[in-house]
């Protein structure tokens, strides 16, 4: 579930409902083409130290790095540090960004839906139903994520 650095502004939002729930494949975690980048609030880095045993510093110094003002894990150019066989290693504590996904503004795009999100998660077309109020509730915690605009 790796991101486009500087790509983060609404797109149309002309997709009104989607059925999703994660399959566990991991697949979203894998960077693709320009997508690497996976940022962190403050609160995430606290809250993946806890999780980890560290702290705050010392999560931050070995598993971030600030690009453009932003922090994000280290290396967007490999695939999460904390994927091991398809499976997040700190899924309870994984980073806002990874919690929103697929309901990132960028891929409400109908078009984008079908070209980049689609063809890569098997979730897509799955489980529970999110409506358009739902969906927006979703981005609109995507404020909180370093880049947002």
């Given at each position: 579930m790796t991101r486009?650095?500087?790509?983060?502004?609404?797109?149309?939002r002309d997709i009104d409902g989607i059925r999703f729930q994660c399959q566990g494949s991991g697949?979203?975690?894998?960077?693709r083409d320009g997508y690497g980048y996976v940022y962190l609030t403050l609160h995430?880095?606290?809250?993946?130290?806890?999780?980890?045993?560290?702290?705050?510093?010392?999560?931050?110094?070995?598993?971030?790095?600030?690009?453009?003002g932003w922090f994000h894990l280290k290396h967007p150019d490999q695939p999460c540090p904390f994927l091991a066989k398809s499976h997040c290693r700190v899924y309870r504590a994984r980073p806002t960004q990874c919690r929103t996904w697929p309901f990132w503004p960028e891929n409400m795009d109908a078009?984008?839906?079908?070209?980049?999100?689609a063809p890569v998660c098997p979730g897509i077309g799955k489980g529970k139903h999110y409506t358009a109020?739902?969906?927006?509730?979703?981005?609109?915690t995507e404020h909180d994520v370093p880049g947002y605009r």
């Open positions: 486009k650095p500087k790509s983060r502004q609404p797109r149309n697949r979203c975690c894998l960077t995430d880095r606290r809250r993946l130290a806890a999780h980890l045993g560290l702290t705050t510093l010392k999560f931050t110094r070995r598993h971030a790095e600030k690009t453009d078009r984008v839906w079908r070209k980049e999100v109020e739902e969906i927006q509730r979703l981005i609109e």
